[in-house]
């Protein structure tokens, strides 16, 4: 009986055939850990900031940029972080929305209104990974009641509420720590 030898080039096609189909498989598996792996990655990532932020906020040293306000009526609008921001250090807060495009200067000069001055009735309360702090700010302008929270993660959420005005609004944004904040504080009236 004699053997039938392959031709060079039908050899080369089934070594072509093993390898692609070996290669998909071997790229599925791969695909399918780099997808875990970058899950996993991405839930340390968010576990970092939330501790970063946990830490700022129970030292009482953070600033929140915000990204969007919402007021009463549902009304939801995105702004820029560096003039509509709320910011504490120790026992002194600073809270300030503005706009760019406001047609006047506004109290504050940035389109809006800045409330600076003391922390008072300062009160943080924690459960698994819900943090929670309200306290009362007082300025020349007014006096706020300010409750925030995070949960999980760096991203916080602020109520505002203007005691004696009867104005309220939430703002969103990222919890930082002074230092790593780009904020342009205007004029308290």
Do not use: C, H, W
Not at 16 to 36: C, D, H, M, P, Y
Not at 78 to 86: A, D, K, Q, R
Not at 146 to 152: A, D, L, R, T, Y
Not at 168 to 179: A, I, K, W, Y
């Amino acid at each position: 009986m004699k053997k039938k030898i392959l031709s060079p080039f039908l050899y080369l096609a089934m070594i072509l055939i093993f390898a692609v189909a070996f290669s998909a498989e071997a790229s599925g598996q791969t695909k399918k850990e780099l997808r875990k792996q970058k899950k996993a990655q991405r839930e340390k990532e968010q576990q970092a900031a939330f501790l970063a932020a946990k830490a700022a906020m129970l030292d009482t040293a953070f600033v929140i940029p915000a990204q969007s306000i919402q007021f009463e009526r549902g009304t939801y609008i995105p702004v820029t972080g560096n003039i509509n921001f709320l910011k504490i250090t120790g026992n002194e807060s600073v809270l300030q929305i503005g706009s760019t495009l406001s047609v006047g200067p506004g109290l504050n000069n940035l389109g809006g209104v800045t409330v600076k001055g003391r922390v008072s009735n300062l009160k943080i309360s924690q459960r698994k990974e819900n943090i929670y702090m309200s306290y009362i700010l007082t300025g020349i302008v007014g006096t706020v009641n300010i409750s925030i929270n995070i949960n999980g993660s760096d991203q916080a959420t602020v109520n505002v509420d203007g005691m004696f005005s009867g104005y309220s609004f939430t703002m969103q944004g990222t919890l930082v720590r002074p230092e790593e904040a780009s904020i342009y504080e205007g004029t308290e009236y």
